[in-house]
């Protein structure tokens, strides 16, 4: 699997969203909605972290928080 950095630039807001959409498939009974979403919210989660770890953006400049 590739992941191509500039396609979509998550921010964290995407893991909550498929959280609550995981919910809610889950809460229908819809099992293959639900896992979906969970893939979803794990690559999410990579991305970020491999965005925070080598300073990429969002993380990369000092107007997010950045005091060093």
């Not at 229908?28 to 896992?35: F, T």
Request: glycine share 8%; with cysteine; net charge negative.
């Amino acid at each position: 699997m590739v992941w191509d950095v500039d396609a979509s630039i998550g921010d964290g807001n995407q893991i909550c969203r498929h959280l609550i959409d995981f919910e809610e498939a889950y809460m229908r009974g819809n099992k293959e909605e639900a896992v979906y979403h969970l893939c979803a919210v794990a690559w999410r989660s990579d991305e970020l972290l491999e965005r925070f770890m080598t300073s990429m953006e969002p993380f990369g400049t000092a107007s997010h928080g950045e005091s060093r």
